[in-house]
């Protein structure tokens, strides 16, 4: 079986710091992640993923994740938050024998307030 | 540009009606999914297909069926709806095979009175 877990419903950062939105998982092979964004009224987007190799993923917007095996977490960050990156934000995990099957974390809205 | 379609964007219906959510897809993948998304659940599968005739049932799949007789589309019905599917539905669709990496639609919201 595969699950994730995000922590926190609700993440606050002031515009230009740093942002961390965690998401650690469970799966029973070798774990797939994905992060995904959602505005509102729309349908989520594809951000970035880890399949294998480089620990640290970049994506788009700015934005990265950093894959920890020991700790099981794969935390989306970005260096400099943008009042537009006020969203909600889904990490998903699958591992290698799940296909395209994707489980979705609850979600973690952040809000960079100006 | 290949896209994916939903239909109704927002409904309205009464407990014990069949409702039929549309989705279709422009770039001939074979997988396709549906999902809905409630407060505090995140998204959860409800059903998926890899290929034409073929149907699985995802994590909430009770009270759901879909058919799948071409590539493009994958109807989602409720047989007779109850206030429990009040949510928002989406669809999606893969890349390719098991990439993971989901294009979704822009979803429909239903609401069962």
């Known amino acids: 079986a595969q699950s994730v877990a995000q922590p926190e419903d609700q993440v606050n950062v002031a515009e230009g710091n740093p942002l961390t939105v965690k998401c650690t998982y469970s799966v029973s092979g070798n774990p797939y992640l994905f992060w995904y964004v959602q505005y509102p009224n729309r349908g989520l987007q594809f951000l970035l993923k880890?399949?294998?190799?480089?620990?640290l993923v970049k994506g788009s917007y700015g934005f990265e994740a950093e894959f920890n095996k020991s700790q099981t977490s794969f935390h989306l960050k970005k260096p400099s938050a943008l009042v537009s990156d006020s969203a909600l934000y889904f990490c998903?995990?699958?591992?290698?024998?799940?296909?395209?099957?994707?489980?979705f974390g609850g979600g973690t809205r952040l809000m960079v307030k100006p | 540009d290949a896209e994916i379609t939903q239909s109704p964007r927002h409904k309205i219906t009464e407990t014990g009606r069949q409702v039929t959510l549309a989705c279709h897809q422009t770039w001939n993948h074979n997988n396709m999914f549906w999902y809905r998304q409630d407060l505090g659940h995140g998204l959860r599968l409800i059903h998926y297909s890899y290929g034409v005739h073929d149907t699985n049932k995802g994590e909430v799949s009770d009270g759901y069926s879909v058919s799948r007789s071409n590539t493009e589309d994958l109807p989602l019905t409720l047989e007779s709806a109850a206030s429990s599917q009040t949510s928002v539905y989406f669809c999606?669709?893969?890349?390719?095979?098991?990439?993971?990496?989901?294009?979704f639609g822009e979803g429909s919201r239903l609401t069962v009175l």
């Open positions: 880890y399949i294998t190799g480089d620990n």
């Open positions: 998903a995990v699958r591992d290698d024998n799940a296909g395209n099957m994707l489980t």
């Open positions: 999606a669709t893969t890349t390719g095979p098991n990439t993971g990496e989901l294009f």
